[in-house]
């Protein structure tokens, strides 16, 4: 069955819904994602490689969690199901870090992203995760380009960096 998904403007408000398949494909349908980047106490960060199966960066490396906000569903409850989905854990301590417009050819989202840290265990699905683990920050800056590494964890890589050095200075 195709999902519903809901058409939002900049500010995240619904005008509209659509199937999945309408959406991705259709860079001009801005629908809700969230993502959750899961570091571990040394501030490494989880990346999940995505399974081949994937319509988006098939094989490529990429946030820790990340997913549609289905019709009627909060940005919470999303999370908190897709972190399930795709970790199979119940992150405690999650915190709001930012929202921004991602786009390229195939699609155009409305990301809303959140930290947590998480030791493991981790339990994914295989179908929809070839494999999980933590990279060094200096691990992800040397991938940055070559393609390992999905065009959208890489744009939000640098938006944590960014926020990450801009809440240093701040304290």
């Not at 319509?55 to 909060?74: C, K, L, N, Q």
């Not at 929809?128 to 920050?137: K, L, N």
């Not at 590494?149 to 640098?158: H, I, R, T, Y």
Request: glycine share 8%; hydrophobic share 30%.
């Amino acid at each position: 069955m195709d999902e519903i998904l809901e058409i939002v403007n900049e500010d995240g408000q619904v005008i509209g819904r659509a199937p999945r398949s309408e959406i991705h494909g259709n860079n001009k349908l801005l629908h809700r994602v969230v993502h959750l980047l899961v570091v571990n106490r040394r501030g490494d960060i989880l990346l999940q490689k995505r399974s081949m199966s994937k319509d988006v960066a098939p094989g490529r490396w990429d946030t820790s969690v990340g997913g549609h906000i289905g019709e009627g569903e909060s940005i919470e409850d999303a999370l908190k199901r897709e972190t399930r989905e795709e970790l199979g854990i119940e992150p405690e301590g999650i915190r709001f870090l930012y929202k921004y417009i991602h786009s390229n050819p195939y699609e155009s989202e409305l990301v809303y992203t959140h930290e947590c840290c998480h030791e493991g265990p981790f339990k994914f699905d295989p179908e929809e995760i070839e494999e999980v683990r933590f990279w060094s920050i200096d691990e992800i800056k040397r991938a940055l380009g070559t393609g390992v590494l999905s065009d959208n964890f890489e744009e939000e890589f640098q938006r944590y960096l960014s926020q990450k050095t801009h809440s240093e200075l701040r304290t």
